[in-house]
């Protein structure tokens, strides 16, 4: 017997596997529609992300069986990963437009229905099922010996060619999905990302403990400008990005996002005003906002007044082979050409200026 009209599915789907048909499958037994929300809907192309939302749909409409097609709605949803309440209201957001549409002739609201959601709320990263407390959970064991990381560590790897041994993991046809993915020509750029990366963290591998590295980051504004960097190297080439870098053994931190920002963008504002420009600074340290391991930012908010001979004059150097004055405007819709965590943490600053 059906207990909700409609139940809420997050997660990442990257791949699409049998762990996640066995959670829609119980879904559907227990109501009427679910809601599949696909997370980093909007992220750039990365090991971690290799697939885009429309992919992932793909994959997954290529899974469900002919009499599910209908009852399942799929929607992706951005991180906003400094501000759990700006996701949740995404979350909501979304939930309540996908209901709309499929109840426009009926003329009733999201709130005139038994809403849920559903998981497991034994993995470690689901803390986030503890933040719709007006939806009541579902419970879904993990599906044993079933983990997405693997899988794609696995599908970009050199070292294991023979993807078939995955197969009993997947659903046939996202498997097939998958194997079609390969011929395309973002696959040669993901694998040499993780291949890049693969070597990044094995040079640190006899160290006694993981590394924790610190970098610092820049978040230029100028009469409704950012300045941001094109990443002239791996990992994230071609992404554009805050000006910043590692912080070095014998300088202060303030110097470091000082010195990286003039290294890669040779801006022609002196030091001491850039350093008395700064309005605010902030650590960004989420654990997976740099695929290259355990990466602690600080980042300076730096207001440059306008002095009537509009933008100073930037040019990419160092690490970046292209530095821009972005228009404010424009950055809000560049969140799928952003490097790492960049668009989260300019977002947190503009929200303070």
């Known amino acids: 017997m059906q207990r909700f009209d409609y139940l809420v599915f997050i997660g990442r789907f990257q791949p699409v596997h049998l762990g996640h048909l066995k959670v829609i499958e119980a879904a559907l037994a227990q109501a009427d529609k679910l809601i599949v929300i696909c997370g980093s809907s909007r992220q750039a192309i990365s090991p971690r992300n290799p697939f885009t939302q429309s992919e992932r749909e793909a994959m997954l409409r290529a899974a469900l069986p002919a009499e599910w097609q209908e009852r399942v709605f799929v929607v992706g949803c951005s991180d906003r990963m ?28 999201a709130a005139e229905f038994s809403i849920g959601l559903v998981g497991s709320s034994r993995n470690r990263n689901n803390y986030y099922l503890q933040l719709f407390p007006q939806w ?21 790897s050199d070292t294991c060619s023979d993807f078939e041994h995955c197969a009993d993991k997947l659903p046939p046809a996202v498997f097939d999905w998958l194997m079609r993915f390969k011929q395309g020509e973002v696959y040669p750029y993901v694998v040499a990302e993780q291949r890049y990366l693969q070597d990044f963290r094995q040079r640190w591998a006899a160290a006694p403990y993981p590394p924790t590295f610190v970098t610092v980051d820049a978040v230029v504004i100028h009469s ?64 997976q906002r740099s695929l290259r391991g355990r990466t602690i930012t600080h980042a300076f908010l730096i207001e440059l007044t306008p002095t009537g001979d509009g933008l100073p004059k930037v040019r990419g150097g160092d690490d970046a082979d292209r530095a821009s004055w972005v228009p404010l405007s424009e950055f809000s819709r560049m969140e799928a050409q952003l490097f790492e965590d960049h668009f989260y943490i300019v977002n947190w600053f503009l929200g303070q200026i």
């Open 82 to 109: 400094y501000n759990d309440q700006q996701w949740v209201t995404e979350v909501q957001s979304l939930v309540d437009k996908v209901i709309a549409v499929d109840t426009a002739s009926l003329g009733h609201r």
């Open 136 to 156: 009541q959970r579902v419970e879904v064991p993990d599906e044993p010996g079933i983990d997405a990381a693997q899988l794609r560590d696995c599908f970009l």
């Open 224 to 287: 409704g400008h950012i300045l941001l960097v094109r990443r002239r190297g791996m990992p994230g080439r071609g992404l554009w990005a805050l000006p910043g870098g590692f912080v070095e053994q014998d300088e202060p931190i303030r110097d470091a996002v000082i010195r990286e920002l003039k290294e890669e963008t040779r801006l022609k504002v002196p030091s001491p005003v850039l350093a008395g420009s700064i309005r605010a600074n902030r650590v960004f340290d989420h654990p």
